[in-house]
């Protein structure tokens, strides 16, 4: 199993285990091969040559960071948030939004909610000498947060919100439903690519009921139609604009 973080009973799961995989793809990546030829330069001698001995003290500076007991806190906590995010990016100016019998339907893009995601387990775990010092450097370190946000993405895929089903999306808000190939942005260099949104309802004190349910749908329905006629540079500034200002 490739995930390093798990959706598991509604709830996102993060043990410090980590398996190999991912990282074996990542050292055959520009970046990765640039991390172990540095490390490799230092290394006088391996019995199965430098190369090798790199991979292998990268791979075992990643395991020892990931179980760290406050890596694996921070980021336990950071994965429980995740979706929460949502809530608050709802109110974020310039989203794809509509009124359904008093209640707001928001388009939130996946760019935002992963960028947040993001840059909070970074901030934090950059804070920890076991992460920052990690053998390896920055690429190691941005390998090991993307591959958090990345499994925290197929974990929100598998929670599968539905109108019939939704999903808490933080204080006041579920999400009811999900797009996961319209294109937001175009991603320069590596940037992850991190297509798609996620609809989130606001909550009242009347419950959803069907009717409510068939409105939603219709609206969703009709904002798919809607937002691929959106020129890239009004994407471009929907962006600029949801983004807390730093």
Same mark, same amino acid.
């Given at each position: 199993?490739?995930?390093?973080?798990?959706?598991?009973?509604?709830?996102?799961?993060?043990?410090?285990?980590?398996?190999?995989?991912?990282?074996?793809?990542?050292?055959?990546?520009?970046?990765?091969?640039?991390?172990?030829?540095?490390?490799? /330069?230092?290394?006088?001698?391996?019995?199965?040559?430098?190369?090798?001995?790199?991979?292998?003290?990268?791979?075992? /500076?990643l395991t020892a960071a990931a179980r760290d007991?406050?890596?694996?806190?921070?980021?336990?906590?950071?994965?429980?948030?995740?979706?929460?995010?949502?809530?608050?990016?709802?109110?974020?100016?310039?989203?794809?939004?509509?009124?359904?019998?008093?209640r707001r339907l928001v388009a939130v893009p996946?760019?935002?909610?992963?960028?947040?995601?993001?840059?909070?387990?970074?901030?934090?775990?950059?804070?920890?000498?076991?992460?920052?010092?990690?053998?390896?450097?920055? /690429?190691?370190?941005?390998?090991?947060?993307?591959?958090?946000?990345?499994?925290?993405?197929?974990?929100?895929?598998?929670?599968?919100?539905?109108?019939?089903?939704?999903?808490?999306?933080?204080?006041?808000?579920?999400?009811?439903?999900?797009?996961?190939?319209?294109?937001?942005?175009?991603?320069?260099?590596?940037?992850?690519?991190?297509?798609?949104?996620?609809?989130?309802?606001?909550?009242?004190?009347?419950?959803?009921?069907?009717?409510?349910?068939?409105?939603?749908?219709?609206?969703?329905?009709?904002?798919?139609?809607?937002?691929?006629s959106l020129a890239r540079l009004e994407r471009?500034?929907?962006?600029?604009? /949801?983004?807390?200002?730093?």
């Amino acid at each position: 199993m490739s995930a390093w973080v798990r959706y598991s009973r509604q709830r996102f799961v993060y043990t410090g285990r980590i398996s190999r995989a991912p990282f074996a793809r990542w050292v055959q990546t520009e970046d990765g091969r640039a991390a172990v030829d540095e490390l490799a /330069a230092t290394i006088r001698f391996g019995l199965f040559g430098r190369q090798w001995a790199a991979r292998r003290r990268l791979w075992r /500076a990643l395991t020892a960071a990931a179980r760290d007991d406050t890596v694996v806190e921070i980021v336990r906590a950071e994965a429980q948030v995740y979706l929460k995010h949502l809530g608050d990016l709802a109110y974020a100016d310039g989203l794809p939004r509509d009124t359904i019998m008093l209640r707001r339907l928001v388009a939130v893009p996946n760019v935002l909610l992963n960028g947040n995601a993001y840059g909070a387990l970074d901030s934090r775990l950059a804070r920890h000498h076991a992460f920052s010092g990690i053998e390896g450097g920055e /690429a190691l370190r941005q390998f090991f947060v993307l591959k958090l946000v990345e499994d925290l993405v197929a974990g929100a895929g598998r929670a599968c919100p539905s109108t019939k089903t939704p999903v808490p999306a933080g204080r006041g808000w579920v999400i009811v439903g999900r797009n996961l190939t319209f294109d937001w942005r175009l991603p320069i260099l590596n940037e992850p690519v991190w297509a798609g949104h996620h609809y989130v309802l606001e909550l009242t004190r009347e419950p959803i009921t069907r009717t409510v349910r068939k409105a939603v749908e219709t609206s969703m329905t009709a904002m798919e139609r809607a937002l691929p006629s959106l020129a890239r540079l009004e994407r471009n500034d929907i962006l600029r604009r /949801a983004r807390p200002v730093v």
